[in-house]
């Protein structure tokens, strides 16, 4: 995790700052999105990828966005999410823990 003089970020901070540049890069503010994306690869600011061995590597916002293709963050504010799902760990998954509506409007 990148360290800043509080400590580590924590990885849903990380995958927050990953999904705003998602969101604002699809919009109006695409200018926005590129010096927030410069800054998040400047400081590493974007969830780590593990390999087989659980090595941590850095990950380019490009490689990321590759890596969460099921990720829709538009579809997202459309719909009123209910407040409490129970054993969501990350924004970022797939399936009934996810946050995040599919393209037919239903949770993931």
């Not at 995958?15 to 994306?37: K, T």
Request: proline content about 6%; overall charge positive; aromatic content about 6%.
């Amino acid at each position: 995790m990148a360290s800043s003089t509080r400590g580590p970020v924590p990885l849903k901070e990380l995958e927050l700052y990953f999904l705003i540049a998602r969101y604002l890069s699809a919009g109006l503010c695409w200018r926005g999105a590129q010096v927030l994306v410069h800054e998040l690869e400047q400081y590493q600011l974007l969830p780590k990828r593990l390999d087989w061995e659980g090595n941590e590597h850095n990950r380019s916002y490009k490689e990321l966005v590759s890596s969460n293709k099921h990720v829709r963050i538009g579809a997202m504010l459309d719909k009123e999410i209910p407040p409490s799902i129970s054993r969501v760990t990350s924004l970022l998954t797939a399936g009934r823990q996810s946050l995040l509506p599919t393209a037919k409007g239903t949770l993931i």
